[in-house]
């Protein structure tokens, strides 16, 4: 008998191993209300609850804002009017092929008088499922999703008007009833621009019994018929639950077809109860969440969770599988359907930075879809993308899809036949811009490929910004090139426009300058204002964007003692900031000005690696210092848990890293950069079925310095972590203590990667 156990647990996958010390899995320990309770004016986060599986196409959410507003559910509201189907990677971004259901009691139809009370406390959310109570009608409305589907479970009180309201949104959208099937059929063509003139999302809601009535809404106008095409249409399916009764349904939708969209329902929730698709959810999501363990502090485990729920939903897939199975997709760069995956509602210039390091890691397989959807965005526009959502969007700045595209490629997660193509889409992308998206390519290429770098007087804005992210990207695309074995003065032009960082480090300040035509640094400066050469940050936020060559960074600044006193600048500057850019405090001001961390803004991506650089100048014990600081002032599992916006897994995926011990400064490079691991022992379980063990022993709220480190029985100084070594498996052995170990990983030899050596 003994035996047969043992032989069991053997059997059981990664997510039985990760069930918590208190029994609970790692999908109930994500508080999906974290970073809810925010506003434009601070944000907390700026997230809603996205009830869906990681990486799903469409995700749901309770709708408490009304229609149009960004911030869609936002904790301190009263009432929701509706359940959404949502696309939306952020507020500022805003939402597209949007549609709602919503259960109500009586005609109550137009958003405003269908929307009711509700409470927190009658409030389950969880990644794979949510539950409410809606007081005003007296109904329990239940969710639970699939990749491209929802179950939805509505307990209804006893009235002979039960009525579920179909919101196909405004700005054009298609109501059919098939009241002999149970089936409502309709599409939306709402967006937010990035998208062909074709755009649909088609639905197709399959109710659990026939309705015994049903109307159709125009333009808040009840009709005739069964079928209406409206700026805004609407459907009503009503049922009569005399002893009160539970109305179900199941949803699915299309960007490709109505008959997909049916596809997708047969395949996703046929012949399925509304409890086995949540099973099947919360299996998928224990799956996912537990390829990573860890134990610890029952908050830590919460926000380490919480953090990396939001890791794995964007970006989105945007394909759909074919009658055989095989992945295809409306293309919203030129409106046909093609084969083959594609992914999105991402920024790079957000997740360049530590999300995609994260994937290569831990889920490389969904990477190397995402890597052939990347080449087939390419194919479809002639770019890569660098804020897709679903198509090229403007927003932001840099060329960061090279950093996305190379880290892949380095690491051996893309497929191999793409590589070629996906290094030619580099070079197109990094010598051309858009024609419509300046934001898409590289605004000033021109100039910067002439003069070498992006001038402050050429009408082009955050142009010093714009010449730090060039130059890492084009320090990534040598890589790849060096690797593709390509000729060796294209590698070595990538090599030097690599060092175009150089050209806006002022040498009087040693920050980072807008520079004029005329090779003049601009002037007034003022290394506190926000924007202007700088993008949503200011010079002491900036200055670091250069993750490639932190040696050279140092060089400038004097070496290694002024780059450890200038990073310490950063905490001892009072948050003081300059606004005029801008013409009133952006809420990335706000956020850093109140979390008492003197100039430090981590709730925004530019200085996100910036503790991590302690590790290159010899003073690894800082970087131990602030790590274990930010992580547990700035985040926590509850709904103002974030520090600013999360954007689409970047500031999750910090929390992540951080956590284990270490962190990916320089994608492109093999290496993660070492910090202070929060828990005593987590477990990551990789894909190709080895595991990197990590022990922190003496780890406690105090201890956070390293004392030592053995890797895999070895003692170990260096300040990083080799990507191939941790794949071949890895046993890491921290012992923490109190005190800096002030002699440990300053030897020559223990800085992490630098261009410079
Ligand atoms: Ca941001």
Known sequence: MKQVLLFLSLLLPAAGAAIAQDGRAPADLVNPLMGTDSKGELSNGNTYPAIALPWGMNFWMPQTGQMGNGWAY??????????????????????????????????????????????????????????????????????TPTERCAYFRFTMPATDSAIVVIDAFDRGSFVRVDAARGRVYGFTTRNSGGVPANFKNYFVIEFDRLPDFHATWADGRLRQGDEVAAGHAMGVIGFKTPGGGVIQARVA?????????????????????????????????????????????????????????????????????????A??????????????HLFTDTGFWDTFRCLFPLLNLVYPSMNAKIQEGLLNTYRESGFLPEWASPGHRGCMIGNNSASVVSDAILKGVTDPALVVELYEAMLKTANSVHPRVRSTGREGFEHYNRLGYVPYDAGINESAARTLEYAYDDWCIARVGAKLGRPREEVQLYEARGQNYRNVLDPETKLARGRNKDGAFQSPFNPLKWGDAFTEGNSWHYTWSVFHDARGL????????????????????????????????????????????????????????????????????????????????????????????????????????????????????????????????????????????ITADGNAPGNRYIQSLRVN???????????????????????????PATTRGTGPGDAPYSFTK
């Open 74 to 143: 936002t904790y301190d509201s009263d009432k929701i009017r509706g359940f959404k189907q949502t696309h939306q990677p952020s507020p500022w971004i805003n939402d597209y092929g949007q549609f709602s259901l919503m259960p109500v009691v009586g005609m109550k139809v137009d958003q405003n008088a269908r929307a009711s009370w509700f409470s927190h406390k009658t409030e389950t959310a969880r990644p794979y499922y949510y539950k409410v109570y809606l007081a005003d009608h007296d109904v329990t409305a239940e969710l």
């Open 554 to 693: 140092a060089n400038h600044m004097g070496g290694n003692d002024r780059l450890v006193a200038m990073l310490d600048s950063v905490f001892r500057l009072p948050p003081a900031f300059d606004a005029s850019y801008y013409g009133g405090v952006i809420h990335e001001i706000r956020e850093m000005q109140i979390m008492n961390m003197g100039n430090y803004a981590h709730g925004n991506q530019p200085i996100q690696h910036m503790i991590y650089l302690y590790n290159h100048a010899g003073a690894p014990w800082k970087a131990q210092y602030w790590a274990r600081e930010a992580m547990d002032k700035l985040y926590h599992p509850a709904p103002d848990g974030y520090c600013g916006d999360e954007d689409n897994g970047q500031t999750s995926a910090w929390y992540v890293f951080s956590a284990l011990g270490f962190y990916p400064v320089c994608p492109g490079s093999d290496e993660y950069v070492i910090g202070s691991p929060l828990f005593t022992a987590a477990t990551i379980h990789l894909e190709n079925g080895k595991k990197i063990k």
């Open 327 to 340: 992945p295809r997709h409306y293309s919203p760069y030129n409106g046909q359907v093609l084969p083959g």
């Open 253 to 325: 939708s299309s960007f490709i077809s109505e008959e997909q969209a049916g596809l997708n329902l047969d395949r996703e929730t046929g012949g399925k109860t509304f409890e086995q698709v949540k099973e099947e959810a919360r299996a998928r999501w224990n799956d996912v969440l537990g390829r990573i363990e860890v134990k610890g502090g029952e908050r830590q485990r919460e926000t380490f969770y919480s953090c990396l729920y939001r890791a794995v939903l964007f970006p989105r897939m945007f394909h759909e599988p074919d009658e055989a199975g």
């Open 713 to 739: 029985g070895k003692e170990y100084s260096k300040n990083y972590l080799d990507y191939f070594e941790l794949l071949k498996g890895a046993d890491l052995k921290f012992r923490m203590g109190d005190r």
